[in-house]
């Protein structure tokens, strides 16, 4: 049965708003996962980021996640829920990461994505965020193995492109 499982990666807000933009790499990124059965999920608060950016935005993000929200649908690209009690874990996580100083405060969304991404059992989180990038990763594992988390790791969509070619 192992090999009925879905293939899952979490998309991040920046990866989307490059979708939308048309960048090459990230439409080649999403044709050619998706071609080899991978599912792309989006975190409850990259939907909210969208949905904040599409109405408070300024040019031309506001246009930019206006059209990934409206597209999400056609990139087969799907949002999920979580729970009360699961968001409020995320909350928790989070605020633990800007502790460690492994997100700066003004990024706490990203501290969020990351722990609605582990949530919801997905390994990878794909984005072209600096700040999720540059996250030392043997902190952030030692981080979700404390908050006994499923662990995350960011990637850039390139890299992940070059892997599977």
Known sequence: MAGSLKKRLGLDTNLLLDLAEGKDFAEDFRAEFQAHG????VAPTVAGE???????????????????????????????????????VVD?????LW?????????????????ETSLAGIPLLVT????????????????????????VQAAHPKRLLRALR
């Open 38 to 41: 991978y599912e792309l999920l």
């Open 50 to 88: 969208l949905n904040a950016l599409s109405i408070y935005g300024g040019e031309p993000q506001r246009t930019l996640a206006d059209h990934a929200l409206r597209k999400l649908r056609n990139w087969k690209c799907q949002p999920y829920p979580l729970s009360d009690t699961n968001l409020a």
């Open 92 to 96: 928790r996580f989070s605020a633990r």
């Open 99 to 115: 502790e460690l100083k492994l997100i700066p405060e003004e990024e706490q969304n990203d501290g969020r994505i990351l722990g």
């Open 128 to 151: 072209s965020d600096k700040h999720l990038l540059d996250i030392e990763e043997e902190a952030l594992l030692v981080a979700f193995n404390e908050a006994d988390m499923f662990p």
